[in-house]
């Protein structure tokens, strides 16, 4: 592998270094999280960003068309040839304007990042083409998830395209949509539910995966948040190298947060920026971690040293009240995030704000981003009812410029989409109403008609 790029523990006051080819998900040395790192000065990183403009001409090379691997240069951690892309990254910002009316700001000055148009339907599979990336370099032969679901369809797919291993994905005892199981199945993945939650699930696999030797690809892995950062690098190529001054994301394990902290650290690093814009991570109401911790117990970063005694008095509580996470938005839908400390120095690089909303705020945010035409899973719209939220309070002021990461397909998660909308009364409380939803404002209801056409005709003059 690359001897320009090495893995090092993020705890300051331990910082022991391992080498690229070693598989570890923590420091060996005091159990902190580790990062990939880059020897810059010998890199010779590049010094415009019009270098990664000029390979869009050089789309027919399969790095150039990856939007996670046109950035190779930023995350250099394995030799060309063992790079592993299926045409990740194909995604899109888009200026909103409905969204930005609902949210309160300005016209043009709310973009969504539409992270649905990956291959397999979410931003997973930008961190896994490089976790893949990695596995494939060392050898791996098999490869493993706790998921609530897009992190399964992910490894599924790219086992499935590839060949290159095979899939053993845990998932908790009903805790994931069909959308997103019935992808892990038809891409033949290994697939164990068992009884409990994600927690529970990501517990289980990194003992499975120790004790088996099996590769593992959830993001307390390090090389998968090096393909999750590039989704920054694309926003900024989006808005023309201008920096915008919010970034506003879905709060679940924290490893797209931690991404984009890590990518503007190290843009501003090497030069490429002069100053990062702020991060509000949003958590839903049935699944605070962060925002209980953050906002109202006071846990920050402290150059590295976090109060270890705040989360573990917190988790306990947890324990002891028997309290699991539940929401409409099941892609964060965890209580125990992994990249905690990770996310902690994001929001300390960044300014960082951590709010929560509701299942409600999520659903009536979700047909907002859908009438515009970007259809989202739940869990996206946490970031644009987070972003209303905001600017309600008077954080987000209505001109700046404010960029919402949609991190899944509407496909993901139909049976909440279908549910909002429908006429069926039960059916609505069966699967909204059992999370507190109360209504659906801004529904779009099927129009019951005879079958007749006077009466149809009638019905679209009317309705239309």
């Known amino acids: 592998m690359t001897d320009v790029a090495f893995q090092r523990c993020i705890s300051p006051s331990c910082a022991t270094t391992y080498g690229v080819e070693e598989v570890r998900v923590a420091c060996g040395a005091c159990g902190s999280l580790l990062d990939v790192i880059y020897d810059w000065n010998r890199l010779g990183p590049p010094t415009s960003f019009d270098f990664f403009e000029k390979k869009w001409s050089r789309r027919y090379e399969p790095l150039s068309l990856s939007g996670v691997w046109r950035f190779y240069e930023l995350l250099p951690f394995a030799p060309r040839e063992q790079v ?22 300005k016209a043009g000055r709310v973009y969504l990042q539409y992270e649905g148009l990956n291959p397999s339907g979410s931003f997973k599979d930008n961190g896994m083409s490089a976790a893949f990336t990695h596995a ?18 992910s490894l599924a797919l ?43 699930a990501m517990a289980r696999v990194k003992e499975i995966s120790s004790q088996l030797g099996i590769y ?14 590039t989704i920054m690098f694309r926003v900024l190529e989006s808005l023309r190298w201008q920096v915008p ?21 190290e843009l501003r690093e090497i030069g490429l920026i002069d100053r990062v814009p702020r991060l509000a991570v949003i958590n839903a109401a049935g699944a605070n971690t962060l925002y209980e911790l953050y906002e109202r117990r006071g846990l920050r970063w402290s150059d590295g040293r976090p109060d270890r005694k705040i989360t573990d008095r917190y988790y306990g509580e947890l324990d002891a009240n028997d309290k699991r996470a539940s929401t409409i938005a099941s892609a964060i839908e965890i209580n125990r995030p992994v990249n905690l400390d990770k996310c902690l120095r994001a929001l300390d690089v960044c300014q960082g704000v951590v709010r ?30 987070g972003a209303k939220l905001l600017v309600s309070q008077g954080v987000i002021g209505p001109d700046e410029r404010v960029v919402c990461i949609l991190t899944g397909h509407q496909l993901k998660d139909p049976t909440a989409t279908v549910a909002y909308h429908t006429t069926d009364q039960e059916q ?17 209801r099927a129009v019951a008609v005879p079958n007749e056409l006077d009466e149809i005709i009638k019905a679209i003059q009317l309705y239309s």
């Open 158 to 200: 790219y086992c499935s395209v590839t060949k290159l291993m095979k899939a053993v994905i845990f998932i908790g005892s009903g805790k994931i949509s069909y959308g997103k199981l019935s992808q892990a199945l038809d891409f033949g993945a290994l697939t164990m539910q068992i009884a409990g939650d994600f927690d529970d």
């Open 356 to 385: 929560e909303v509701s299942d409600q705020e999520i659903l009536d945010a979700k047909a907002q981003v859908g009438a515009g035409g970007l259809g989202c899973e739940p869990a996206s719209a946490a970031s644009v009812a």
């Open 245 to 265: 001054d919010w970034i506003v994301v879905p709060g679940g394990n924290l490893g797209n947060s931690s991404a984009f902290g890590k990518a503007f650290s």
């Open 428 to 444: 609505f409380n069966k699967v909204l109403g059992s999370r507190g939803v109360k209504r659906a404002a801004f529904a779009n």
């Open 216 to 229: 593992l690809v959830n993001s307390v892995n390090p090389f998968r948040l090096e393909g999750q950062k």
């Open 84 to 105: 592993v892309t299926i045409g990740e990254g194909q995604t899109l910002l888009q200026p909103s304007t409905g969204v930005g009316k609902y949210v309160g700001m």
């Open 136 to 153: 494939h370099a060392i050898g791996a032969k098999r490869a493993a998830c706790a998921s609530t679901g897009n992190t399964s369809a």
